[in-house]
């Protein structure tokens, strides 16, 4: 079995309750793509059982969100379910987060949250935070492409659609809006809408699919989220491949969906360099 079940999580549970849940269906492991906290909602793209292997030539797909913050404080946890750090009584106008926000989109380097998933000497900075380590981490490139301040829902609680890249944090993103705005703030919603070609109107609600007897016709195929050229191999040379061999031939250098002609199955993702072509992610059954 293979293929990818776009999981819509709700508010409230751990991205890796709802991965469990699409492991008891098909009784095969399963690995999801972008973690989303538990207070967040949203899209959770699943891959059934070798499936996940492509999950590498998603990463870097853009992403969109719908998050609301919260001006006035601070927390540990950059949202609402943490601990209060820090108080403040100025709210910027609509204008003034506007214009922040601004200036955080393209190319920015941003410090992630401590209480993450982010590794520090082997260690989860969720974990060393628990334990009251003092740590730092450092600063990395994310990709913001836009950022639309849609408004203000009441005093000092703004709404924002953030188009980005992979690793982009959005409670970070929160932090230093409020702080370019002279003010603090909290996430106090969170909404993925879309994680590269998965979004709401291919995804299943949590609640649908564990209650359906039949949860392989929510299965999206393993193909659909890759979009490199197409490359059809008579068997012979897709099986000499898949058992970790190479293929010379006329092939362009590249990546390619790698196919069996004899059934036209998707069997993975290849690579060609100097006319010689190779498996990297199988996923054939």
């Known amino acids: 079995m293979k293929g990818f079940i776009n999981l819509i999580k709700p508010t409230g549970m751990s991205s890796a309750r709802a991965v469990s849940a699409v492991k008891r269906a098909f009784k095969v492991p399963c690995g999801h793509m972008g973690t989303l906290d538990p207070m967040a909602k949203g899209v959770l793209p699943v891959g059934i059982s070798k499936t996940s292997r492509l999950f590498p030539f998603l990463l870097s797909k853009t992403k969109t969100y719908v998050a609301e913050f919260t001006f006035g404080y601070s927390t540990d ?3 609402v ?3 209060k750090t820090s108080e403040t009584s100025f709210i910027p106008s609509l204008e003034e987060v506007k214009l922040a926000a601004s200036s955080f989109v393209g190319d920015i380097m941003q410090i992630p949250p401590k209480i993450s998933a982010k590794c520090v000497g082997g260690k989860r900075g ?4 628990r334990k009251g380590v003092d740590f730092e981490l450092e600063s990395k490139k994310v990709t913001v492409r836009s950022i639309d301040v849609k408004g203000e829902k009441e005093k000092g609680v703004f709404e924002l659609e953030i188009v ?3 690793g982009t944090y959005v409670r970070s993103l929160c932090r230093d809006i409020a702080e370019k705005c002279g003010s603090l703030a909290v996430m106090s919603a969170l909404d993925r809408t879309e994680s590269g070609c998965f979004n709401y109107g291919n995804g299943v609600s949590f609640d649908e699919f564990v209650s359906s ?4 016709k929510f ?3 393993a193909d659909y989220a890759v979009n490199f050229e197409k490359l059809v191999l008579e068997e012979t040379a897709a099986k000499k491949i898949l058992n970790g061999l190479f293929e010379k031939g006329d092939y362009k250098d590249g990546i390619y969906r790698v196919y069996c002609a004899r059934e036209n199955d998707f069997w993975g993702v290849g690579e060609a360099k100097d006319g010689v ?3 990297t992610s199988y996923v054939r059954d």
Not at 126 to 129: C, G
Not at 213 to 216: A, G
């Open 219 to 221: 299965l999206i195929p």
């Open 126 to 129: 969720y974990q060393l935070a």
């Open 164 to 166: 980005c890249g992979g």
């Open 213 to 216: 007897p039949e949860p392989e």
């Open 277 to 279: 072509l190779r498996i």
């Open 81 to 83: 379910t943490g601990a």
């Open 77 to 79: 946890t950059l949202d």
